[in-house]
């Protein structure tokens, strides 16, 4: 039996507040933790599969052009080559996330070097990697193909464009104005899991194990690819080693396996290697930043201007959405927003965690920085001066506004120096130290969910939906909600995830997964409790449970004459996303050291504070923020994606090369969750933390590096070189 | 991965004859060698599996000196007593490298035959005359931050990326070889060649000749620094590095052994550059006319020349630490 939540409305009763079992919210550790330090967690190209032939994806050695001729002669007679696969099905790039149809395919046409255009299968895995290295293939190669964003006419993003008053009024008649362009350079996912599957079919149905973010969508874009039904296909991916936006859609390999196990009669496996996971999946786009800021005598923002370029492959939709938050960040009567995108022959740009905020937010928040050193107002007065009252384009209110707390609390904790704003005040040896702050924001996005919740005859529960867990916690947080709601222990709570035959969930994805699958648990609890409460003759409302028992003793298990109770849970987003604008918020303040010699930037300590709704896991929303703050470190200081200038292709493609923050960058970080129920961000009252960690925590480093030596630099990261070239003496 | 052979040698004059043919490597740790197997980039028929030879031991030489064997790993050299009481630039250099974890694994024999990081050269589809005499060098007008400024030529850009042959440079220690004319003993400063028109040789090992130890020479004592800059605080590559050995006496330098990483296709040693601070109070004019002689012929490519500014930094901050330090 399903039931249907479609919401409305806000959700203020506060339920899950008043629940007996009292275990929502609580640190739990992760349930399946254990099983994945001891290795007993299988993760996709770790299934035992018997007889199963290994693939090994080739790759374009041009940047635009066609493929005239592949010689499979010249693979086949080597040892253990079982086939080479170059139908015209196998995908050419990763699907974007939520594209719910198949990416690009068609291998015979290359737009960019590295682009999969074939895969070699053997016996073995060396032997199938031999060979794709070997593969004789001829090209047509077409000239000319555009690597570089700032030498193309790009592509205005009308959805995104913003024109409200006269901004270069507002400029010229501002008191304090901020005129400034930053850019960023392109980031990897980086996640340490490689993107792999294992397809098998029997006869024509087909089972895939993949390392997939959003099995909802994976399902219909795989069916689409093969130009198959959905009902023959059955997609697991019970642990994900990382995504990070990296696998929200089907990438190549996964297509690829499943015609090679079609074509050769037998299971195969594809990993792609770490190259070809830099290379061949997905970027986030390098952008440009235009900031305007134009403030009245006291600070308040009279206008505000952001514009981006950023880039892509023809063909592709996606473009990084940078101004996503800026659209809301602060007021400003006169706006100029605006996105550009330039066609390029890069590898796919597409979501990488935090998409827009990621790069957006430490652009903007540096300018403010800018604009409080030029107005003379302590940074993080001059944010509280400007938090809008409601939005300040379509003038909706906001669903929930924890800013103010955030840069408050967060100012306490960390012990903002309001007097040391002057550059250069600090010096120990060669190092000087400094200290600045940023604020935080990533919208709050919720997906439809299914969830199916079974109260067994044993006194347990079981939690079934195809909803991934991606190593943020999943697992124990749908645990903790129907054991809070039906009265149990966690730990009697089974939960079954990553399985495309159960009911379809949200996927992991924008920082969506908690809020919208935990609202389908909390439907299909509901339900359950209501036809409880009816069996003893009361209301859902004043239903007591707590360690299997009723409030008056009786057992869950004597309630259910013998009988399992199901529910499926069916969530659904209403009009609610038409009334409010709805954002997580947050600060960030840091420490750094700048070494006057060198240019080397130490972060000292870091501490964010956050406000997303409900904390459903105290500490796995902790390491989320942690994780997010470590990749704030990135941003600022370490992490680009370098693209040969003569044929568009990835060079650092590897963890030696790009460079990821290390355990020495990254030091001892501080998190204050700032609490607060927003119920018209879902039924349960939480919003996303996955991303917001990361948005705009750059800027706080970078704002300290100007703090602390003088240096004020627009271009991110933040390397010694870029930090010397604007050292003063 | 081509398929190879794998011999575990049987001796040394055995693994000499193996490896005599190009067709064979030896291998030690493997944390090089098998990386770029991996990627294509060496293609041996067989290993030579050099490990159970013996020379792994770290021993005191008849003039006070220390015997480095070449199969003793990075971090066995690294905590070794000695090293660290008396050769710390060394034990700096090493812990300054890689990670925990590679260094266990990891030769002193194979990290100074460790080969450069270029993304040219590890990326088979693309030029590389080091890998690939006469296809071109994709570094030169490509992403070449990394890349030397001293001692180029226009076939080749590269690096020598190691940290632990810089302070071995400094400290002039010299490398043991064995091969089938016997052994001989070069100065590590004439072990690794520049590039010139040859890049693809990158030491002065002939075939078949395989390092048995490095000698440390008698202890100097000195103010010892290793000082490496780079993008991540550990587990990256020097944008630069100094090995420093500095005394002063009376307030004017007394021994000044300087050696740099990053900079070049070998560990770049350049005694006018030590020697111009002798006899001289530490000043930052007389810093910056090291600086000057080291980086006389400097050129950048572009994108890393950045390093010329930062190494004349770098010499700086090291110079500065070190005459405080002795001070
Ligand atoms: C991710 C990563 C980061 C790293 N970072 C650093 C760093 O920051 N600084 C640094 O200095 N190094 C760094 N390294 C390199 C590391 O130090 C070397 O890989 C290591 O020292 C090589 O030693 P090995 O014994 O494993 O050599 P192997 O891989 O076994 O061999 C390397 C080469 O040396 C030859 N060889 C080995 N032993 C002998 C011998 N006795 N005689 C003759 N030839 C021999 C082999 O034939 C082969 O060609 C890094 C490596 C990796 C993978
Ligand atoms: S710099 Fe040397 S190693 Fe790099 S591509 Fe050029 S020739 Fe090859």
Redesign the pocket.
């Known amino acids: 039996m399903t039931v249907h939540f479609k919401q409305d409305e806000p959700v203020n009763s506060n339920r899950l507040d008043g629940m007996k079992q009292g275990v929502l919210g609580k640190p739990l550790p992760r349930i399946e933790g254990l099983a994945k330090v001891t290795g007993t967690a299988s993760y996709a190209a770790e299934f035992p599969v018997e007889n199963c032939a290994e693939g090994v994806l080739v790759t374009a050695t041009i940047t635009r052009g066609e493929v005239t001729s592949i010689d499979r002669e010249s693979v086949l007679s080597m040892p253990g080559v079982i086939a080479v696969i170059d139908d015209e099905k196998l995908c050419t790039r990763a699907a974007q996330g939520t594209a719910n149809e198949a990416p690009m395919q068609g291998p015979s046409q290359v737009c960019y070097w590295g682009q999969p255009i074939a895969l070699v299968v053997a016996e073995t895995f060396e032997q199938a990697r031999d060979a794709a290295k070997h593969l004789a293939v001829e090209y047509r190669k077409e000239e000319g193909a555009p690597l570089d964003p700032s030498e193309v006419e790009p592509e205005e993003q009308e959805d995104e464009t913003v024109h409200q008053g006269d901004l270069a009024h507002a400029m010229a008649d501002a008191a304090h104005s901020v005129d400034v362009t930053y850019t960023t350079k392109g980031h990897a996912s980086a996640a340490m899991e490689p993107h792999a599957a294992i397809a098998q079919w029997d006869g024509d149905k087909l089972t895939v194990h993949a390392s997939l973010q959003m099995l909802n969508y994976n399902i219909t874009e795989l069916a689409d690819a093969l130009d198959m039904k959905e009902e023959n296909i059955r997609l697991i991916s019970r642990f994900v080693g990382g995504g990070f936006g990296s696998k929200l859609g089907i990438s190549e390999e996964v297509v690829a396996a499943a015609l090679a196990a079609k074509e050769v009669g037998r299971p195969v496996r594809v990993v792609q290697s770490r190259q070809q996971v830099f290379q061949t999946v997905m970027r986030r786009s390098e952008t440009t930043q235009r900031l305007r800021l134009a403030a009245d005598s006291d600070g308040k923002l009279i206008g505000f201007g952001h514009e981006a370029l950023v880039s892509n492959l023809p063909g592709e939709t996606f473009a990084e959405p940078v101004l996503q938050s800026s659209h809301f960040m602060y007021g400003g009567e006169n706006r100029e927003l605006m996105l550009n995108v330039a066609r390029i022959h890069r590898m796919t740009a597409g979501s990488v965690r935090a998409p827009g905020e990621a790069v957006g937010m430490p652009a903007l928040e540096g300018a403010m920085d800018v604009l409080a050193a030029k107005a003379g107002i302590d940074p993080v007065e001059l944010r509280l001066r400007n938090i809008p009252e409601k939005d300040p384009e379509d003038g909706l209110p906001f669903s929930s506004h924890k800013l103010a707390e955030c840069l408050k609390q967060g100012a306490e904790a960390f012990g903002w120096d309001k007097d040391q704003r002057k550059p250069r005040q600090r010096r120990e040896g060669e190092w000087w130290i400094g200290t600045g702050m940023a604020s935080a924001a990533r919208v709050h996005n919720i997906s439809e969910a299914k969830a199916r919740v079974t109260l067994k005859t044993d006194g347990t529960a079981l939690v079934e939906t195809d909803m991934t867990d991606i190593g943020t916690g999943t697992y124990t947080i749908l645990a903790q909600i129907a054991g809070e709601m039906l009265g149990l222990d966690p730990k009697r709570v089974l939960v079954e995830l990553g399985d495309t035959r159960h009911p379809r969930g949200p996927g992991s994805g924008g920082s969506w997964g908690a809020a919208s699958i935990g609202s389908a648990v909390y439907v299909a609890c509901k339900a359950i409790r209501e036809e409880l409460a009816t069996r003893i003759g009361t209301s859902e409302d004043k239903l007591e449970l707590s360690e299997g028992k009723t409030a008056t003793g009786e057992s869950l298990t004597d309630l259910l004459e013998g009988k399992d109770l199901a529910r499926e849970g069916h969530y659904e987003p209403g009009d609610i996303e038409d009334d409010y604008t709805a954002s997580g918020f947050g600060a960030f303040f840091a420490e750094v050291r700048v070494n006057h010699y060198t240019g080397e930037t130490r972060v000292e300590r870091m501490l964010g504070a956050f406000g997303f709704g409900r904390v459903l896991n105290a500490k796995t929303a902790r390491s989320q923020c942690i994780g997010g703050i470590t990749w704030s470190i990135g941003v600022a200081l370490t992490e680009a994606l370098e693209f040969d200038p003569r044929d568009g292709h990835l060079v650092n493609c590897d963890l030696?090369e790009y460079h990821v923050p290390v355990h020495r960058d990254v030091p001892d970080l501080d998190v204050v969750l700032v609490e607060e129920r927003d119920g018209a961000a879902s039924p349960i009252q939480a919003k996303g933390i996955g991303e917001l960690g990361m948005c705009g925590g750059a800027a706080a480093i970078a704002n300290a590096i100007y703090n602390a030596c003088g240096a004020r630099l627009y271009d991110y990261p933040m390397t010694p070189d870029r930090v010397l070239a604007v050292m003063p003496d | 991965m081509r398929p190879f052979q794998y011999t575990r040698a049987p001796s040394l004059a055995e693994a000499s004859n193996m490896t005599a043919g190009k067709d064979t490597?030896?291998?030690?740790?493997?944390?090089?060698?098998?990386?770029l197997m991996k990627l294509q980039v060496e293609t041996p028929d067989q290993l030579a599996d050099?490990n159970r030879l013996g020379f792994a031991e770290i021993e005191d030489t008849d003039n006070g000196g220390l015997r480095l064997g070449?199969?003793a790993t990075?971090t066995e050299t690294a905590v070794h007593p000695r090293v660290r009481s008396d050769y710390p630039v060394l034990s700096r250099a090493i812990l300054?490298?890689?990670?925990q974890q590679?260094r266990n694994?990891?030769?002193n024999?194979?990290?100074l035959?460790?080969r450069t990081r270029c993304f040219y050269f590890t990326n088979i589809d693309q030029p590389c005359n080091k890998r690939e005499p006469g296809s071109g060098c994709g570094a030169i007008d490509g992403i070449a931050k990394l890349h030397a400024i001293l001692g180029t030529s226009d076939q080749c850009i590269a690096t020598y990326?190691?940290?632990?042959a810089v302070a071995l440079s400094a400290l002039g220690a010299t490398v043991h070889i064995s091969g089938d004319k016997g052994e001989r003993s070069v100065p590590v400063r004439d072990f690794h060649c520049l590039p010139g028109d040859t890049p693809w040789i990158e030491n002065v090992?002939e075939p078949g000749?395989?390092?048995t130890g490095i000698v440390l020479p008698a202890p100097v004592g000195g103010t010892q620094i290793y000082r490496k800059v780079r993008e991540r605080s550990s587990?990256?590559?020097a944008l630069v590095s100094v090995a420093a050995i500095i005394e002063l006496t009376d307030g004017k330098f007394s021994r000044a052994d300087l050696a740099f990483g990053g900079l070049a296709h070998k560990p770049w040693h350049d005694p006018r550059v030590g020697e111009c601070l002798l006899g001289q109070p530490p000043s930052d004019a007389l810093f910056d006319k090291a600086a000057d002689i080291l980086l006389e012929n400097a050129r950048g490519f572009g994108e890393n020349d950045f390093k010329i500014p930062l190494t004349r930094r770098t010499l700086h901050a090291v110079l500065s630490q070190a005459t405080e330090d002795a001070a």
Request: glycine letters at 16%.
């Open positions: 030696a | 490597l030896a291998i030690a740790g493997g944390t090089n060698l098998l990386d050099i070449a199969l990075n300054a490298g890689a990670t590679l694994k990891a030769t024999g194979g990290n035959c460790q990326p190691g940290d632990m090992l000749e395989i390092i587990y990256a590559f």
